[in-house]
């Protein structure tokens, strides 16, 4: 079982930024998928950044353009970097690894996988993100 291990999280205000980060206990080289997921209170977990062992980043419609998932292998960590912070971006953040291929290979007619949670047995704890308007 891979560990996971998120931290950055914190209090921001509207306009701000945060930078979470993820640290592995195993190489981050082997990994198919490592993505970023959110849950805020009465919501379903949901996909917020995602980077294959291509390097090709993916991100929800509602984040794209203000966070950057980014991976460091020589760390075995990945990041998040949170421009322009909304309070609707309050929640817990969760990383999740993909060391099987089973999210990787989930994309619909050999699309872009990664973003189904469901593909992932690897979770960190998660890290709170409150942000105030």
């Known amino acids: 079982q891979v560990q996971l291990g998120e931290s950055g999280g914190g209090s921001v205000q509207s306009g701000g930024s945060l930078r979470l980060s993820c640290a592995a206990s195993r190489d981050t080289y082997g990994a198919y998928c490592l993505g970023w997921f959110r849950q805020s209170a009465g919501k379903e977990r949901e996909g917020v950044a995602f980077i294959d062992l291509d390097g090709v980043t993916k991100y929800a419609d509602s984040v794209k353009g203000r966070f950057t998932i980014s991976l460091d292998n020589a760390k075995n960590s990945v990041y998040l970097q949170m421009d322009s912070v909304k309070p609707e971006d309050t929640a817990m953040y969760y990383c999740?690894?993909?060391?099987?291929?089973?999210?990787?290979?989930?994309?619909?007619?050999?699309?872009?996988?990664?973003?189904?949670?469901?593909?992932?047995?690897?979770w960190g704890q998660g890290t709170q993100v409150t942000v105030s308007s």
């Open positions: 999740a690894a993909d060391y099987s291929g089973t999210a990787y290979y989930s994309g619909d007619g050999g699309g872009y996988g990664c973003t189904s949670p469901g593909g992932y047995k690897n």
